[in-house]
Structure formats: structure tokens, C-alpha cells
């Protein structure tokens, strides 16, 4: 499930909020209540077709240290889609891509290379400032929205951004701030209530703050996390310093072409030059000593992603040429050097999870043989930017307007028993969902042990923007009904610990009998679900 991006996708669409502020408070929460939860019980019997077994003998190999984390842009993203690939050849499923199971995707990575340098300069004393370990750079907003890779001013400070009668603060009211590089804080001030605090430390608050500061045309902008919200920038580093984008055959941006300011992440440490000398005490907007230099170099290389594209054949000659699709991502974050234990981040629940469900609910319904054909769609780049879905959704190797519903799993084995998220049917578009929702509630109530549904990410206010983090979206944006599963963010969220042995097979094999169950309603009923 990506990070960063969901502010690029905010910034981009104007949406007032972005891959989850790494999930804070939710995912502490979650852990919390996995720690609480009774110990998983069997399925009960009813002739299972999705083993927990099964999933634990795939995820295994899926989330090895072998695959080295998965990263899009790398060989390691490559591997997994052979292995998803090979499987299916197995299983005798329909190849769907453009070659073979395989759907060839046009990427672009881009390297933050070692000359980038940033640097204060105050008193004829210049301090210099760590790539990677200090500040982060964003090179680009969304689609087009290049930012500059030089910039070079006074320093101002902005306090926490904030324009907030309760909390009687208006931080950059009055603020000079043309041609200056603004530092402002991301996070909530001292005092601020717990409602306060859910909506200022909460990711989805980057994007507003940068809505509001980057018409002010400042020369730069520096966001620093506090200890609330210092999990986004350590999530995003790997993705900002080896960033990877749909390749388009343009030429790189041009200088003239980047109109918006620098835009950088730090951590807001006293002593540092970018915070007034008396922080956190000294918390309000004022013109800081110094001058902030910047200057950010690049590599771009061509690469090549894969999804993997497989069909099972329906088996109503009238309804056979339509799809109910089932998708997951197949990549991760890869390596981050730092973590401990070791440096590999596997990706068991984000997504090993969704894709070995996947590679069980293909087998399982091959003696199914529903009356619609079923799409399975392995997506590559989710975790840089949904790109995989994006290219998919756009170059479909289906007709687009034969696919009458998309189910995505991402992250479906942790969490509390019994306990299930939906996204979609409250929050996509038109009420384009609202039926798909309804068969999931009415599948759900039927099944032998159902889940209680947890519904605090399907909406448009919800502060972890959950709805926007994953593949389902590009598909709802064509218009298409959508459901996203998950069991929710947690401790080892886009850490090295999200590793096989912390997942509930059980709960997972139950996630999958529901999506295929739902799926199986979807595929057999002889309209759409609109």
C-alpha cells in the first residue's frame, strides 16, 4: 500500500486532504488491538476451497529474503512476477498480457544521486545538510508538477502552517514569504486537543499545508515531521531518492518546465538552522538568520515493470466476453538500509497477502467456472505511485467496459479476528459502488463466519486517505464499481518486520472465501452491479 504518492494524488486532483501518513495513530492502534485479540479459531466446516496452508506454503515464498523486498525498478519486482507466472502455468489459467501473463509497463526510475547538496549558511558559517538523513526532496507533485531542483534564499519560519481560531493560531497571516524559503512544521502544536491532533498529525494534512503555502510562491518549501508524524519521512526516503514513474519518451523536464518550488522533508530537531534557536518553546512565525541553499541532481533510467494478466474463462456464452476482476500488487519497498533486524523489507501483509490470495482464489475457482470470465490483475508500482494499475487501466488488455467490477486485496493477514475493512462503496464517485457494497453486506451476512466490517476508511473525510492508496482507484476512475479488502494498517507498516509469522492465516484464508464469494455473486448475476 504506497505512501508518499497519496499526497502527490492530492495535491494533484485539488483534493484537501495523501501511501497514509505511514499510519500513526491507526497503525499503533491496530497493533494494539492484534496484541488483544483471542487467538484465531478454525474455519468452520463448510468445505473450504482456500486452505490457510495453502496461503502460508505461497507467502513464504513470495515474502523470502530471496526477493529482496520486491522494489519496482529492480530485478527483484521482475522475480516476483515470474513466480506469480509461473504459477499460474500451472494452473492452467488463460495468459492475458500482451506477452504471455506478462503486460510489459514503460517505467522511468529516477535516482537521487550523491552531488545533491543543501546547505545554511549564516555569519559567513555554513552547515551542511545530509541527503536522505536530514532532508528529502520531492521532484515532482503528480503528473507534470515539477518542482525545482534549485533554489536558493532567506529563511523564514511558519510555525505548524496552521489557520485555526479554536487553537488561536494564525500562523502564516501576514507572513512575507515571495521569494523566501519557508520551513513549516507538520504536526499538532502542544495543547491541541485529541481532535486536534487526529486531523494536524495526520499524513492526509501534508497535502493542505502545501495547497496553502505554494501559491504564496516561496522559493522553496521545507516541511519537518515532529515525533507524530516522523514516520512519513522515513517511509518516504526509499521512494523519493529512487523514484520510478510511468516513461512517457518525453525528454527530462526542463528547467523552464519545473514552476513549482523546491519542495523538501526534514525532521524537526532542536538545534537545527531551519527551526528558531529556542524550539519547541518558541514555536511562532519569524524570519530566521541564515541563508538556505539547494541544489538536486538526478539520474533517469529506462526500465521495464510487468504485470501479470491472467484470465479464467466463463462459461455463459452470453456473459463470458465481461470480467469480474480480482487485483493485488506484486511489489514492495525493497531494501532499507538502517532497519534492523536486517535491511529486507519482505512485504508479507503489504501486499504478499493480496497476491498469494490471488494465485488461491485462481485456483479455487477453476472448478467454479462462474457464468462471467474472472481477470486476475497482478499490479507492478503500487508502491510508487499505483503505475501499474495506471497503465493497466489504460492500456487494458480487456476490453475496459467488459470489467463490471474491480476487488482489490492489499494487506488482508493481521489485525484482530473477525474484523474486516471495505473501501469504495462509501467514498467512490456517483454512488458507482453503492450495489457492488450491498452484494458484499448481503454475501458477508451468509457466510458461515462473517465479518464484522469496519467502515472508518470509506469515506471521503477519513484522514488516512485509504481509499486513495490503493489499485482499486484507477480503476474507479474509469468509472468502474470497486471494493478495496484490507485488514488494516499496524505496527510493521512498511517496515522490515512485516514478516511472514506475524500473519493470521486463518483470517486470511476467511478474507479470500468472502472476496471469492463476492466475486462468484458479482460474475454470475446477469446485470452489472450498478
Known amino acids: 500500500m504506497r505512501v508518499w504518492r497519496a499526497l502527490a494524488l492530492a495535491l494533484a486532483t485539488g483534493c484537501a486532504t495523501g501511501s497514509a501518513g505511514g499510519g500513526g495513530a491507526a497503525a499503533a492502534a491496530a497493533a494494539a488491538a492484534a496484541a488483544a485479540a483471542p487467538t484465531e479459531t478454525p474455519i468452520a466446516s463448510r468445505s473450504p476451497t482456500i486452505s490457510p496452508m495453502e496461503l502460508q506454503r505461497d507467502l513464504y515464498a513470495f515474502a523470502d529474503d530471496s526477493m529482496r523486498g520486491r522494489e519496482t525498478g529492480t530485478p527483484d519486482a521482475v522475480r516476483a512476477a515470474t513466480f506469480i507466472a509461473n504459477r499460474l502455468a500451472v494452473l492452467g489459467l488463460e495468459p492475458a498480457g500482451d506477452s504471455g501473463f506478462y503486460q510489459r509497463v514503460p517505467l522511468e526510475r529516477e535516482d537521487i544521486v550523491a552531488t545533491t547538496r543543501f546547505s545554511v549558511e549564516d555569519g559567513g558559517t555554513t552547515r551542511a545538510l545530509a541527503l536522505g538523513r536530514d532532508l528529502l526532496p520531492l521532484t515532482t507533485l503528480g503528473l507534470g508538477a515539477y518542482t525545482a531542483l534549485d533554489a536558493q534564499g532567506p529563511i523564514v519560519f511558519g510555525g505548524y502552517g496552521i489557520d485555526d481560531d479554536a487553537l488561536g493560531r494564525h500562523d502564516l497571516r501576514g507572513l512575507a514569504v515571495q521569494g523566501k524559503v519557508l520551513v513549516i512544521v507538520h504536526g499538532a502544536p502542544p495543547g491541541a486537543d485529541s481532535a486536534a491532533r487526529a486531523k494536524y498529525d495526520a499524513e492526509g494534512y501534508l497535502s493542505v499545508l502545501l495547497q496553502q503555502v505554494l501559491p504564496l510562491r516561496p522559493a522553496a518549501v521545507i516541511v519537518l515531521m515532529t515525533p507524530a508524524t516522523r514516520e512519513l519521512f522515513d517511509e518516504a526516503g526509499p521512494s523519493l531518492l529512487r523514484a520510478v514513474s510511468i516513461r512517457t519518451g518525453a525528454a527530462a523536464p526542463t528547467k523552464q518546465m519545473r514552476i513549482f518550488p523546491m519542495v523538501l522533508l526534514g525532521l524537526a530537531t532542536p538545534g537545527s538552522p531551519l527551526l528558531p534557536k529556542g524550539w519547541p518553546a518558541d514555536d511562532h512565525a519569524q524570519d530566521l538568520a541564515g541563508t538556505f541553499s539547494g541544489h538536486v541532481d538526478t539520474r533517469r533510467t529506462p526500465v521495464t515493470g ?225
Open 306 to 530: 510487468y504485470n501479470v494478466v491472467a484470465v479464467l474463462r466463463g462459461g455463459d456464452p452470453r456473459l463470458r466476453h465481461t470480467y469480474v476482476a480480482f487485483g493485488a500488487h506484486l511489489d514492495h519497498i525493497g531494501i532499507q538500509p538502517g532497519m534492523t533486524p536486517d535491511s529486507i523489507a519482505n512485504g508479507a501483509d503489504d501486499d504478499g497477502s493480496g497476491s498469494v490470495s490471488l494465485l488461491a482464489m485462481a485456483r479455487a475457482m477453476r472448478v467454479l467456472r462462474p457464468a462471467r470470465s474472472v481477470l486476475f490483475v497482478w499490479h507492478t508500482g503500487e508502491e510508487k505511485g499505483l503505475l501499474g494499475s495506471s497503465w493497466f487501466t489504460a492500456h487494458p488488455t480487456v476490453p475496459i467496459d467488459s470489467i463490471v467490477a474491480e476487488l482489490n486485496a492489499d494487506m488482508v493477514g493481521r489485525n484482530a479476528p473477525g474484523e474486516l475493512y471495505v473501501v469504495g462503496p462509501g467514498t467512490a464517485p456517483n454512488g458507482q459502488s453503492k450495489v457492488l457494497g450491498a452484494i458484499v453486506d448481503s454475501v458477508n451476512a451468509s457466510e458461515s463466519q462473517p465479518f464484522r466490517i469496519n467502515r472508518s476508511f470509506d469515506t471521503p473525510a477519513d484522514p488516512e486517505r485509504m481509499y486513495y492508496r490503493s489499485d482499486q482507484y484507477n480503476y474507479a476512475l474509469r468509472g468502474i464499481p470497486v471494493v478495496f479488502f484490507t485488514t488494516g494498517l499496524h505496527a510493521d507498516y512498511h517496515k522490515v518486520t512485516d514478516s511472514v509469522d506475524k500473519i493470521g492465516y486463518v483470517k486470511m484464508a476467511l478474507v479470500d472465501r468472502l472476496m471469492m464469494d463476492v466475486g462468484l455473486a458479482v460474475a454470475n448475476r446477469p446485470t452489472r452491479p450498478r
